[in-house]
């Protein structure tokens, strides 16, 4: 069984970003692997069978920023554009541990890989 974990930290205060909804989606059959959101520490592990994992399709992860960055007063030189944030990536260990963290800003991001 793969496993399918994040940490989304607010990089504006330094604060873990909670309850952000998340969707993984297999981009090669157009299916929904799940849809949740992040706890209220920033935290997501969800584990993935291993038949649904397809080591030669791309995923596709989507984080919806844009309602966690709407529900709080940051000061804004200007609008707020981004609405997600969209990682792909490969799985090609059904059974592997993938853990992309994200340190989020109302209009940057910054994610990696870590086993």
Request: aromatic share 8%.
């Amino acid at each position: 069984m793969a496993t399918l974990s994040s940490h989304t930290l607010n990089g504006s205060d330094g604060t873990h970003a909670g309850g952000i909804a998340v969707t993984l989606t297999n981009l090669a059959s157009g299916d929904v692997v799940f849809a949740g959101q992040m706890d209220s520490g920033g935290r997501l592990s969800q584990d993935i069978p291993p038949d649904q994992v397809d080591p030669e399709a791309t995923y596709e992860l989507v984080f919806a920023t844009g309602a966690y960055w709407a529900d709080r007063n940051v000061p804004r030189a200007g609008s707020q554009i981004m609405r997600e944030v969209v990682l792909r990536f490969s799985m090609p260990d059904p059974n592997g541990h993938y853990h992309m963290p994200l340190i989020l800003n109302p209009n940057a991001y910054s994610a990696w890989w870590s086993a």
